[in-house]
């Protein structure tokens, strides 16, 4: 269904809100993660920084419960819409992980936040 | 603004309708491409299999307008908001690069083609 030897082992994943539609996040899949997330329905990514599989909402109970599984033509990228529990994807409490714009040379924070970050994962 | 360097010089680009929230398709950039789509206001991707600068609708006429870039919390992904010129962003005539879903083992195509994509690249 995907190839994930072409892409290296792991592929981007997309989540989307499955009823606004906006973007919440992009993160990595790879093959463990991918069958997992089809299994559970629940978002299962590949954390690089950690080198090991990053249940979505394990530390802040943010899970994103998978609505549906797109993959694109070359099947090496996965779209998740997602209904994202808590009401934001973002460590940093926002909605969407994308929530600074670019205007000129400047980034623009364009969201409010959802919740206080360290309140959901310590002051650390 | 994006640290090319952390992600090996290319970062994941998703571009989403402006209008509709519709995710059309993910690409890559490098600085270059990056700059090139900033300053004008064309989607300019990375082509990995070619090498080299991609002008998204070089082609097939096919660009994409523009009208917002987002970074994440991370500053290694990058999400347009565009126009997509021709009303299909994938090569293979749907609206969307995402136009198939998992279904249990199968794969169903979910959308409609709105071009045929040998009348727009050829027969090769």
């Not at 973007?23 to 299994?39: C, I, K, S």
Request: aromatic share 8%.
């Amino acid at each position: 269904m995907i190839d994930f030897d072409k892409a290296g082992g792991l592929v981007p994943a997309i989540a989307q809100d499955a009823d606004t539609g906006l973007v919440l996040m992009l993160a990595w899949m790879n093959r463990e993660a991918f069958e997992e997330t089809l299994r559970t329905q629940r978002a299962c990514y590949y954390s690089r920084s950690r080198g090991r599989l990053w249940r979505k909402g394990e530390q802040s109970g943010h899970v994103q419960e998978v609505r549906e599984v797109c993959i694109d033509c070359d099947a090496d990228t996965v779209l998740l819409k997602v209904k994202q529990v808590g009401g934001a994807a973002c460590h940093e409490g926002y909605e969407s992980c994308f929530f600074r714009r670019v205007e000129g040379e400047e980034l623009t924070v364009i969201s409010q936040r959802v919740f206080d970050p360290k309140a959901v994962y310590g002051e650390n």
